[in-house]
């Protein structure tokens, strides 16, 4: 029987860099909902208080032209995506995965490390905490 370790590493590593950071395509591991930074802290802030068995992986992207948030949900989810002040972004779309080492600038960053038991995050929480936040 594999450790939870192990399963870890190879759900992971498919897809996560070994080093640096690398272009993802979205759509086979999971679909992605961009976010402004300025929206998308408060929604990780909500989840980590009302429902933080509901957070997935997030990655910060401080060096875009308007820094923002990455929210991993299901695949096949952000074809239908729906919610204020975000982007839902599925097959044909990629986005900067860091290293799990990287926590913090400079570059893409975990602001939220995947973790096997949270895979992705909820997409109906996310698209509550982002009406929440939008209002």
């Given at each position: 029987?594999?450790?939870?370790?192990?399963?870890q590493?190879?759900?992971?590593?498919?897809?996560?860099?070994?080093?640096?950071?690398?272009?993802?395509?979205?759509?086979?591991?999971?679909?992605?909902?961009?976010?402004?930074?300025?929206?998308?802290?408060?929604?990780?802030?909500?989840?980590?208080?009302?429902?933080?068995?509901?957070?997935?992986?997030?990655?910060?992207?401080?060096?875009?032209?308007?820094?923002?948030?990455?929210?991993?949900?299901?695949?096949?989810?952000?074809?239908?995506?729906?919610?204020?002040?975000?982007?839902?972004?599925?097959?044909?779309?990629?986005?900067?995965?860091?290293?799990?080492?990287?926590?913090?600038?400079?570059?893409?960053?975990?602001?939220?490390?995947p973790?096997?038991?949270?895979?992705?995050?909820?997409?109906?929480?996310?698209?509550?905490f982002?009406?929440?936040?939008?209002a």
């Open positions: 029987m594999k450790t939870h370790d192990q399963l590493s190879i759900h992971y590593s498919a897809w996560v860099p070994v080093e640096g950071a690398s272009a993802v395509a979205a759509g086979e591991w999971w679909d992605a909902v961009r976010v402004e930074a300025g929206l998308g802290i408060p929604v990780v802030h909500y989840f980590r208080a009302l429902s933080p068995d509901r957070l997935g992986p997030v990655i910060a992207d401080p060096d875009m032209r308007i820094p923002s948030l990455y929210f991993l949900i299901p695949p096949g989810t952000a074809a239908d995506w729906a919610a204020p002040g975000s982007r839902g972004l599925g097959r044909n779309c990629y986005v900067v995965v860091p290293n799990l080492c990287r926590t913090a600038p400079p570059g893409a960053y975990w602001l939220v490390r973790q096997y038991a949270n895979r992705h995050t909820d997409p109906e929480s996310l698209r509550r982002l009406d929440t936040a939008a």
